[in-house]
């Protein structure tokens, strides 16, 4: 028991402790005993819920889905294999992992109507801008899926997480004015994008089978990482009711921002902008500790890791190989590497206990295997789709879930009247 003393009043709240014996507070009775809220801004030593998918140890540099070392993970599995161990908690067997990517093959063709929406579009809209409308309009092709049946879960999961690629693939295709193709039953996941992506009907995409292996490993790498914004994000609006779609479309835009999976995205226009600029690498390492118009560098800290993002080692490694194999002597990471060495070694970042992040590696690896720029966190958002869905399903399925709600400390005006516009000075 923790004892929490108040207005001469003790409260005793309960010790939660977790699996790997991580520890919390329960004040889920604080207010109605005591008449006072928790008061935690950007939610860093809140809880919002307990869940049974993946383990982060930020001070030590472990992430585990569902107990398994993601470094076995990334090396030894498959992505689909691993989407289905993070939504249903265990490695498949045969027969499930036959039923499960016979669903993702039954259900990867779109609706034609679909062609209609992209259709709507402006030429340059941005890819996750369209991603998050196209979501959230699969619905409208599933109007049970409204019902949040359970029962239906299976179905209606492997329909998003297979359409999310084709989404993904035919935006980019309109995009760039390119007819889209169908996927193929007998490719893997990765290989299907890459065919979508780069396939045209008179001229098959050449598969390369480390581009291949890049890819799913990259998946794999994205695909959970607990309580982060766009998770929490689709937990709260699921929290209401809403279905699978309509949440993981919300997931979808919370990831975009630059903060989140858009860092992807700034990590490459940063190294760019370095690359083209006047001044030299520990000048802008200079320019970030000054605050100097709130350039930061991206793709380096986070919230829970406080040591090094295991997923960034392996996206190092992973980057290497691939520009060696290309016998390319790639300047933008030779750039990434001479900031990374100079963070690393400076009082500002390790104080601050700043490492590279997920993002300072993927950008790289998603330019070696010619994903364009704005579609970098599109392919964040394809990796990260089965976590949305293992934390929909997860929420849905507890019998004790409430609508999500925080509370706030009211700072504005105090009681005042209407006025007349007439007397208003
Ligand atoms: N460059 C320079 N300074 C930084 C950085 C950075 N990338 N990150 C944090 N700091 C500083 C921050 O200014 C603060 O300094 P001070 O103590 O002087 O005020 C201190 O470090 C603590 O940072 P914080 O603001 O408490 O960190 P946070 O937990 O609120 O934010 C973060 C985490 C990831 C948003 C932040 O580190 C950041 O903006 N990084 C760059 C963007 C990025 O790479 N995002 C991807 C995150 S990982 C994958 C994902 O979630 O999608």
């Known amino acids: 028991m923790a004892k929490i003393e108040l207005d001469n009043m003790i409260l005793e709240c309960p010790v939660i402790v977790g699996a790997e014996k991580e520890k919390a507070i329960d004040i889920s009775e604080l207010r109605a005993k005591t008449g006072y809220i928790t008061l935690d801004d950007s939610f860093s030593n809140t809880g919002s819920c307990k869940s049974a998918i993946t383990y982060i140890d930020g001070d030590k540099g472990i992430l585990r889905y569902r107990g398994y070392p993601?470094?076995?993970?990334?090396?030894?599995?498959?992505?689909?294999?691993?989407?289905?161990?993070?939504?249903?908690?265990?490695?498949?067997n045969k027969e499930e992992y036959s039923r499960f990517s016979g669903l993702l093959t039954d259900y990867e063709i779109l609706n034609e109507s679909f062609k209609h929406h992209y259709e709507g579009f402006p030429n340059n809209a941005p890819p996750m801008a369209m991603l998050s409308a196209m979501i959230n309009a699969l619905s409208c092709y599933q109007p049970?899926?409204?019902?949040?049946?359970?029962?239906?879960?299976?179905?209606?999961?492997?329909?998003?997480?297979?359409?999310?690629r084709v989404l993904a693939a035919s935006a980019y295709k309109m995009s760039v004015g390119l007819p889209t193709v169908f996927p193929y039953p007998e490719m893997s996941y990765a290989e299907n994008f890459l065919h979508m992506m780069f396939s045209l009907p008179n001229r098959p995409y050449e598969m390369d089978q480390d581009i291949i292996d890049a890819l799913n490993m990259f998946l794999i790498l994205h695909i959970d990482?607990?309580?982060?914004?766009?998770?929490?994000t689709v937990r709260l609006v699921a929290s209401s009711g809403a279905n699978l779609y309509a949440s993981c479309a919300a997931g979808v835009c919370a990831l975009w921002g630059r903060l989140h999976g858009g860092a992807n995205q700034a990590v490459v226009e940063m190294l760019n902008h370095i690359k083209n600029a006047d001044y030299n690498v520990k000048e802008f390492i200079d320019m970030v500790k000054n605050k100097k118009n709130g350039v930061k560098l991206m793709g380096f800290g986070h919230r829970v890791y406080?040591?090094?993002?295991?997923?960034?080692?392996?996206?190092?490694?992973?980057?290497?190989?691939?520009?060696?194999?290309?016998?390319?002597?790639?300047?933008?990471?030779?750039?990434?590497?001479?900031?990374?060495?100079y963070a690393l070694n400076d009082e500002y970042f390790i104080e601050r206990k700043l490492y590279p992040n997920v993002d300072f590696y993927s950008g790289l690896i998603m330019q070696a295997l010619g994903i364009p720029l704005n579609m970098f966190t599109v392919l964040f958002a394809i990796g990260r789709m089965p976590g949305w869905i293992a934390h929909w399903k997860e929420l849905s399925e507890n019998p004790k879930r409430r609508i999500y709600r925080p509370r706030q400390i009211y700072v504005g005006e105090t009681l005042r009247h209407y006025e007349p516009m007439s007397m208003r000075g």
């Not at 090396?75 to 265990?90: D, P, Q």
């Not at 990482?225 to 929490?232: A, K």
């Open 306 to 341: 406080k040591n090094f993002d295991p997923r960034s080692k392996i996206l190092q490694a992973a980057a290497h190989k691939l520009f060696k194999k290309a016998g390319q002597s790639d300047e933008l990471l030779s750039i990434a590497q001479e900031l990374a060495d």
């Open 144 to 164: 049970e899926v409204n019902n949040n049946d359970i029962s239906k879960f299976d179905v209606s999961a492997a329909r998003l997480i297979s359409q999310v």
């Open 225 to 232: 990482h607990e309580q982060n914004c766009s998770t929490s």
């Open 70 to 92: 993601i470094e076995e993970l990334a090396a030894k599995s498959s992505f689909a294999e691993t989407a289905f161990l993070v939504i249903y908690g265990h490695l498949p």
